[in-house]
């Protein structure tokens, strides 16, 4: 008996009516869910004066900060805008709300109840439900109607530990390893076609699949859109960084005479 592993060979229909609708079906429904989820997207809503002053005030700080080892401000100015901004902070001046009340307990800040963060959540949501339902609507087209098929044959070798990996469905264990299944092409165009994705569609595209993985419509969208940043606790610990910030404060302009003098050869030299 001989022990030469038998041929396959495969009907051109599989390719005709199979191997390319699947591919076909799978780029088109990426682009077009990168179209919908755009259109998902709701404008974003403008932010009230008070709010824009909370943002300014804490970018400012934090310029400061970034500079304060080598800063272009005179040693007088960066004082009195560092102090003026900790006092600020301190009493809580640039907070939208006003400064807090000493006697009331202080309460964390409810998702629920801010506008923002609610449109946030459901955008959220419904770019996620975008992102899952059409995956899980051509696995259970291609389970239902091409199970157990088998595709294409990689024109490459590989070890047997890709066998499950791209026979999945089909349970054979004398086949060819390099032979695809119709579930395993699926998830080989799911991770594959990014590249494809990003050629047409650009770098930043709602498409990816990789997104998928880590896809959950409740988890997701409540732990960063639906956050309310409390500004209260973070000027009062910008407050402690700036007071950081004075303790290495060097200003850039210190010895600047002899530094001119000496790059031009006019200082004398010792």
Request: net charge neutral; proline share 8%.
């Amino acid at each position: 008996m001989s022990n030469e592993p038998v041929s396959l060979y495969l009907d051109p229909q599989i390719r005709d009516w199979v191997l390319f609708p699947i591919t076909l079906v799978m780029i088109l429904v990426g682009i077009l869910r990168h179209y919908v989820v755009i259109w998902l997207q709701s404008s974003p809503q403008k932010l009230s004066r008070p709010a824009i002053r909370e943002q300014r005030a804490l970018a400012r700080s934090q310029i400061l900060r970034a500079t304060a080892a080598n800063s272009p401000v005179p040693p007088s100015f960066y004082t009195a805008i560092s102090r003026h901004l900790s006092q600020a902070f301190e009493a809580g001046t640039y907070l939208k709300d006003g400064p807090p009340k000493t006697d009331a307990p202080a309460v964390p800040p409810n998702p629920m109840s801010d506008p923002a963060a609610m449109d946030g959540m459901m955008a959220g949501m419904k770019t996620q439900m975008v992102m899952m339902v059409p995956q899980m609507v051509i696995m259970g087209w291609i389970n239902f109607f091409f199970q157990g098929f088998v595709l294409i044959k990689l024109p490459f070798p590989l070890t047997l530990g890709f066998k499950s990996m791209l026979q999945r469905g089909i349970d054979t264990q004398d086949m060819d390893v390099r032979w695809v299944s119709s579930l395993s092409w699926y998830f080989l165009n799911f991770f594959g076609l990014n590249g494809l994705y990003r050629l047409i569609l650009g770098n930043d595209n709602a498409a990816d699949s990789s997104r998928d993985m880590m896809a959950s419509p409740f988890s997701t969208p409540m732990a960063t859109p639906g956050q309310v940043q409390d500004y209260n606790k973070v000027f009062k610990a910008e407050r402690d960084n700036l007071e950081f910030a004075e303790g290495i404060y060097c200003w850039i302009g210190n010895g600047v005479e002899e530094r001119v003098l000496g790059r031009y050869g006019k200082l004398s030299q010792p």
